[in-house]
T-cell receptor, first 112, second 113 residues
Framework: GEDVEQSLFLSVREGDSSVINCTYT??????LYWYKQEPGAGLQLLTYIFSNMDMKQDQRLTVLLNKKDKHLSLRIADTQTGDSAIYFC????????????FGKGTTLSVSS | SAVISQKPSRDICQRGTSLTIQCQVDSQVTMMFWYRQQPGQSLTLIATANQGSEATYESGFVIDKFPISRPNLTFSTLTVSNMSPEDSSIYLC??????????FGSGTRLTVV
């Protein structure tokens, strides 16, 4: 079945790196996504990675995928207070009819 | 990516009434989905809106409670019927085009009193 797990909270200081982790169980997942949700706002797509890739970098964001362990991480370099938000990991599973299955979200708190 | 217009952005409704949420996309998309995000929770898929046919519902969601229409490739509606306070949530429309990027509407914040 499909299940996506994330730690619920992460607290970092401004300027540090943040690493948000995610595990998934559906080995047939083809794409994995990271979304950001700020308070009272909608979902913003940050990045996604295809399942045959190990890493994807986009400016301050680095996504690492360990397909063997079904582990996905999002690293935010030089974390800023504006990065404070909830970060959702999501998988695209063919078993779910191509809809995204979301984790519960990790609340990132950045202190100055 | 596609631009989604979702209406209304928020509403306060009396229990027992129904609310219809609209999702309009600025381009033709292959798939449209409806999600619910309960307070402090993650997103739960309600159904896949199929163009020209009945929606495909996930376990725990039924057509009588959440009727969905999708008359064409750019528009869909979700109705929350016979509402109770437990239906207070954010309801989100999501679409996917050719490039596998899933875009979400800004959501409808529903409060049932």
């Amino acid at each position: 079945g499909e299940d996506v797990e994330q730690s619920l909270f992460l607290s970092v200081r401004e300027g540090d790196s943040s690493v948000i982790n995610c595990t998934y169980t559906d080995s047939s997942s083809t794409y994995l996504y990271w979304y950001k949700q700020e308070p009272g706002a909608g979902l913003q797509l940050l990045t996604y990675i295809f399942s045959n890739m190990d890493m994807k970098q986009d400016q301050r964001l680095t996504v690492l995928l360990n397909k063997k362990d079904k582990h996905l991480s999002l690293r935010i370099a030089d974390t800023q207070t504006g990065d404070s938000a909830i970060y959702f990991c999501a998988e695209r599973s063919d078993q779910a009819g191509t809809a995204l299955i979301f984790g519960k979200g990790t609340t990132l708190s950045v202190s100055s | 990516s596609a631009v989604i217009s979702q209406k209304p952005s928020r509403d306060i409704c009396q229990r027992g009434t129904s609310l219809t949420i609209q999702c309009q996309v600025d381009s033709q998309v292959t798939m449209m989905f409806w999600y619910r995000q309960q307070p402090g929770q993650s997103l739960t898929l309600i159904a896949t809106a199929n163009q020209g046919s009945e929606a495909t519902y996930e376990s725990g969601f039924v057509i009588d409670k959440f009727p969905i229409s999708r008359p064409n490739l750019t528009f869909s509606t979700l109705t929350v019927s016979n509402m109770s306070p437990e239906d207070s949530s954010i309801y989100l429309c999501s679409v996917v085009g050719r490039t596998y990027g899933y875009t979400f509407g800004s959501g409808t914040r529903l409060t049932v009193v």
